[in-house]
């Protein structure tokens, strides 16, 4: 292999997800987490975002249409991640998750981001969070980055909703 490197301003642009019953999925996407929902495939597919962009995420029933989920032991995705741009907003999207009682499946942190953990009602596997400053990570002596994962204090993170 050469040693071709990936531009530093490459960003994963979507996620697009098999769904068993949209109206469920967008409930939870539009209605609890806060999605804007930009399009309507009739009643298979919708696409979501934040802040006007075109999508964000994708879901979609044309495979998946009252199907279980996807085996927990099996191969495919861990989990999709969605980038908070605060510390606050990160607070205001746990406390959404709290008043309506939704679990959680863990709360991390990463030293380098503080992240919340849940799973949307297929089952797919999602990582809310928001990246520290980058003058705030700790690296190694080799320049790697130190990343840990320790138990996130929610009351610290809920005390953001009162600054």
Do not use: C
Not at 6 to 18: E, F, S
């Amino acid at each position: 292999m050469d040693s071709y490197k990936v531009p530093g301003q490459t960003r994963i642009g979507h996620v697009h997800l098999k769904v068993a019953n949209l109206d469920k999925a967008l409930e939870f996407y539009s209605g609890l987490l806060g999605f804007e929902v930009t399009t309507l495939y009739g009643t298979q597919a919708a696409f979501v975002s934040a802040g006007g962009y075109h999508h964000h995420i994708g879901l979609n029933t044309w495979y998946s249409k009252d199907a279980p989920p996807a085996s927990k032991d099996g191969v495919g995705l861990y989990h999709a991640a969605i980038l908070y741009p605060t510390r606050k907003d990160l607070a205001i999207i746990y406390d959404r998750l709290r008043r309506a009682y939704y679990p959680l499946s863990g709360a991390s942190d990463h030293g380098v981001s503080e992240a919340l953990y849940l799973d949307d009602p297929d089952g797919n596997g999602l990582e809310l969070y928001w990246d520290r400053p980058k003058e705030y990570w700790e690296y190694n002596e080799d320049g790697t980055i130190i990343m840990y994962t320790k138990p996130l204090n929610l009351e610290s993170l809920i005390g953001e909703l009162q600054k």
